[in-house]
């Protein structure tokens, strides 16, 4: 009996044991299958807020395209509205520009066709005033040369105004390049004394340059550029050639050129101790026709034709002038 209770206690305790063990397993396992429902709840989470992060990214990208194909057609619009505006503000400038034309045209054509007139009566006379009068034949063929000169000096200037037209009219129409305009400066202002000593043989002026060594390269048409300088450097040249033929004495015509690296844009400052303006005249020297120059040295067109390529260059030309003391051209033009 003792040993069959024994055997029994012993059966009961391996069957408790056995039940303590399962029920541990059965907590691991519950554990493990908690866990694993936790994970499977993140990972599920984790990909919905994937899926919710495209769906956000991708109508995101929708309305970024939408935004840009929105922004070109206003872009399109508004190059199409500038082109319109450009066009009509360059009619409405062709359209003052030929009534200038014609008006200055007029005023050389006339008087050449006055002293024609004026030559042929004369020849006309000439065989019976000769006979009574033999040296009024001198004093009529001196009048006769002085007026075939006047028809020269008017005709020069008739084609001094269809030239500069056409330089208006190409102005603009080259192919931008890189360019160094150091060089620029220095080949026009070369052109622009010679061609002074040309016609001023005793004429000594001291040119003086500072040029920006570290400037940078700009993208310009070098033809149009060529021809703002060369403009501003005659200017320049002949308002120090008409002050020394007020002030003989003491004065010395001086002409500086400059160029500087600035941070957004380069600038060339061309700068004279000449006669000046006053601020009647400075105002309206960009106005195309208006010149200082007595009739027939100038047509009143060189600087309305520079402030234009400038300004298509996306620059600024501006000019500072004291009566009696001297003038500065400043051009700025952006470094891009």
Not at 145 to 172: T, Y
Not at 208 to 230: A, E, K, N, S
Not at 244 to 252: D, M, T, V
Not at 264 to 292: C, H, L, W, Y
């Amino acid at each position: 009996m003792s040993a069959a209770q024994g055997a029994y206690h012993v059966a009961q305790y391996e069957g408790e044991r056995l039940e303590q063990a399962q029920s541990a397993q059965i907590a691991n396992l519950r554990q493990v299958q908690a866990v694993q429902a936790v994970h499977l709840r993140k990972r599920n989470q984790l990909l919905g807020g994937a899926g919710l992060t495209l769906v956000i990214l991708s109508g995101l990208g929708g309305l970024l395209y939408w935004q840009l194909r929105r922004n070109k057609r206003t872009l399109q619009q508004l190059r199409q509205t500038q082109n319109q505006l450009v066009a009509s503000e360059k009619w409405a400038f062709v359209g003052e520009l030929s009534a200038g034309i014609a008006h200055e045209l007029q005023n050389p054509l006339s008087f050449m066709k006055k002293f024609a007139e004026v030559s042929t009566a004369m020849i006309d006379s000439m065989p019976q005033q000769t006979t009574t009068d033999g040296n009024l034949e001198q004093k009529i063929l001196a009048g006769l040369k002085q007026n075939l000169q006047e028809i020269s000096q008017h005709g020069v200037r008739a084609s001094s105004i269809i030239k500069d037209m056409l330089e208006h009219s190409r102005a603009g129409t080259g192919q931008r390049e890189l360019s160094q305009l150091n060089e620029l400066v220095q080949e026009y202002l070369r052109l622009a004394y010679q061609a002074l000593l040309g016609t001023e043989k005793t004429l000594a002026v001291q040119i003086d340059t500072d040029l920006d060594p570290t400037l940078l390269p700009v993208q310009i048409v070098p033809q149009d550029m060529g021809r703002v300088l060369l403009n501003l450097f005659t200017n320049a040249l002949y308002a120090v050639q008409q002050r020394q033929q007020l002030e003989a004495e003491g004065y010395i015509p001086t002409v500086r050129v400059s160029t500087r690296q600035l941070p957004e844009q380069v600038e060339i400052r061309v700068t004279d101790n000449g006669v000046g303006m006053a601020e009647s005249v400075r105002t309206k020297i960009f106005e195309p026709f208006f010149t200082t120059k007595p009739a027939g040295q100038g047509t009143g067109l060189g600087l309305s034709l520079s402030i234009d390529i400038v300004k298509a260059h996306s620059g600024t030309l501006r000019v500072e002038s004291q009566l009696g003391q001297g003038t500065e051209c400043i051009i700025s033009l952006p470094r891009g």
